[in-house]
């Protein structure tokens, strides 16, 4: 009931994720103001992009953006934190519904077959209640109508924090971590791997590395936000 709503709202309002505004009622999450002034990359528009930069050389990819910049204590890295760190999965599946629709309107990224999320390993999801990647990638593969495989990767080794190690020291900490547990079920398919921060990219290498191990697989990537330069 809306007036109930209305009550609720007068001692528990809700606020924007982005600026801490309150929300007016046809509002979710993010502000409109905030939507309209989201820092977006539109880095799903070029072949060769700050991505793909980082990964040439390195294995192959077929398409790479990230939907959002970050700057350190901006607006994006407090949305983030509170969807990975305050639960607030709601404002995942939104950025992820958003970066969905904007990567459907991509050419790069047509002829998708699956979307595999980054996956936790099983004591780490287990203390955070849920993987964010997988949170999100759900709505990426709805908006592309393809199929989310969760389960097909998986992360066999818990790994320190990646924070404060050097790029090398990134590698050597998430190398030969992963395995594909149903190869049949990807094999001969295009994969948008997600996650969703991107920075070294030593995870994702990994990650990838291990999926193109499975015959005639092929990688694009995704990702929910990228460090401002």
């Excluded at 990359?41 to 192959?60: M, Q, S």
């Excluded at 970050?70 to 607030?88: D, E, S, T, W």
């Excluded at 595999?116 to 999100?136: D, T, Y």
């Excluded at 990767?153 to 924090?161: D, G, Q, W």
Aim: net charge positive; glycine share 6%; hydrophobic share 45%.
């Amino acid at each position: 009931m809306r007036w109930m709503d209305d009550f609720v709202g007068l001692f528990f309002p809700r606020v924007c994720n982005s600026c801490g505004a309150v929300l007016l009622r046809n509002e979710e999450q993010i502000c409109t103001q905030c939507l309209m002034s989201l820092p977006k990359t539109n880095f799903h528009l070029h072949l060769e992009n700050p991505v793909t930069e980082i990964f040439a050389g390195r294995f192959p990819i077929r398409a790479a953006s990230a939907y959002l910049y970050f700057a350190k204590a901006g607006r994006v890295q407090r949305m983030i934190h509170q969807f990975k760190y305050k639960r607030n999965l709601e404002l995942g599946r939104v950025m992820g519904r958003m970066f969905g629709n904007d990567l459907h309107k991509s050419q790069l990224f047509s002829g998708l077959d699956c979307v595999i999320p980054v996956p936790l390993h099983w004591s780490k999801q287990k203390a955070r209640g849920f993987n964010q990647s997988e949170i999100f990638g759900k709505e990426i593969a709805t908006a592309l109508n393809i199929p989310l495989f969760n389960g097909v990767l998986v992360r066999e080794k818990a790994t320190e924090t990646q924070t404060r190690k050097s790029r090398f020291e990134r590698w050597q900490n998430v190398s030969y971590v992963f395995r594909v547990v149903e190869p049949e079920k990807i094999a001969e398919k295009n994969i948008l791997l997600v996650d969703d921060v991107i920075t070294t990219g030593a995870t994702i290498e990994a990650a990838a590395s291990t999926i193109l191990e499975v015959p005639a697989t092929s990688i694009s990537l995704a990702f929910l936000a990228i460090a401002s330069h």
